[in-house]
């Protein structure tokens, strides 16, 4: 399945948030591909983000990813970068994007 989503950067973090994403832990990206992601791709236009994930289960990967400590920093760093962050709730399934249109 293919999901999408929504987050937005702090018009002043803008730089800070691309500098980290050069450096995600490879052992955030081992724990993201072992929940069953298999691509995620981030598009930013101005302050808005724009997530592509394509995964087996969304709702599953976020419950899985959610507890896990390298996840739990990430989403730490990304807090202070993000004015809307991405959503690891037991909504989170529900912040996805709906399709509108497909070719």
Known sequence: MKVALHTRIRPDRI?????????VPPELVSAIRDSGAR????????ADLFH??????YAAMIDRLAGLPVNIAWQARMAELLDVAHDYSSDAAGAVLPVVWQL
Do not use: L
Not at 15 to 23: C, I, L, N, T
Not at 52 to 57: K, Y
């Open 15 to 23: 730089a800070d948030y691309e500098a980290a994403h050069q450096e």
């Open 39 to 46: 691509e995620w791709t981030i598009w930013r236009s101005g």
């Open 52 to 57: 592509v994930i394509e995964v087996d289960d």
